[in-house]
């Protein structure tokens, strides 16, 4: 199983990123898949999910109307689209999949939002 993160880098405030998350090893398209993010000093917080079927989607608060995550099941990748970021988005960025006991984490990725 893997799970490997892409996408990350710096970006000044009020700029855009798309993370990618790209699967293997497992039935991608029967999983929810999640970003969560982790700054420095701070708990790990879920950012967005996005479920298998459907594509229902849900956000923290502190990114709704600027992050969209979305997934392809036909490449096995998960994307989160990141705009007007802020210095606060700044975190390592992690893809995770899950389903009942099954629990998949990738390496993360470092997003870095800085004039």
């Known amino acids: 199983v893997q799970l490997v993160e892409s996408g990350g880098g710096l970006v000044q405030p009020g700029g855009s990123l798309r993370l990618s998350c790209a699967a293997s090893?497992?039935?991608?398209?029967?999983?929810?898949m999640r970003w969560y993010r982790q700054a420095p000093g701070k708990e790990r917080e879920l950012v967005a999910a996005?479920?298998?079927?459907?594509?229902?989607?849900n956000y923290a608060d502190s990114v709704k109307g600027r992050f969209t995550i979305s997934r392809d099941n036909a490449k096995n990748t998960v994307y989160l689209q990141m705009n007007s970021l802020k210095p606060e988005d700044t975190a390592v960025y992690y893809c995770?999949?899950?389903?009942?006991?099954?629990?998949?984490w990738g390496q993360g990725t470092q997003v870095t939002v800085s004039s």
């Open positions: 090893g497992f039935t991608f398209s029967s999983y929810v």
């Open positions: 996005i479920r298998s079927a459907g594509g229902s989607t």
């Open positions: 995770n999949a899950r389903l009942a006991l099954n629990d998949y």
